[in-house]
Nanobody, 127 residues
């Protein structure tokens, strides 16, 4: 069974940067699209960014476009979320999740039908 572990969260000042990692074990990520979600206190979980299983397509929430970059290294079974120009409203627990997208679905990027989830890493943006 595929397991996901997020890392890289922490406390950062507004305007700062963090890089989150989502490391997979138990299976290759090759056929999986990977998405990052976040949930702030008192708010619903929202999709932040997604990368297709092919790696050729990405998707970003409007609130993070131009500031966050998602990438994947299949050889390392790891997906990254580079977060720049962080704002206090980016404070949340960040989760990664994967959804199986083989064959004709390899360029799909969406936030539903996710098969496995990590436990999350906390990002706090505060001065």
């Amino acid at each position: 069974q595929l397991q996901l572990v997020e890392s890289g969260g922490g406390l950062v000042q507004p305007g700062g940067s963090l890089r989150l990692s989502c490391a997979a074990s138990g299976s290759t990520l090759y056929y999986y699209a990977v998405a990052w979600f976040r949930q702030a206190p008192g708010k619903e979980r929202e999709g932040v960014s997604c990368i297709s299983s092919s790696g050729g397509s990405t998707n970003y929430a409007d609130s993070v476009k131009g500031r966050f970059t998602i990438s994947r290294d299949n050889a390392k079974s790891t997906v990254y979320l580079q977060m720049n120009s962080l704002k206090p409203e980016d404070t949340a627990v960040y989760f990664c999740a994967v959804g199986l997208r083989p064959g004709p679905k390899r360029d799909e990027t969406h936030y539903y039908d996710m098969d496995y989830w990590g436990k999350g890493t906390l990002v706090t943006v505060s001065s």
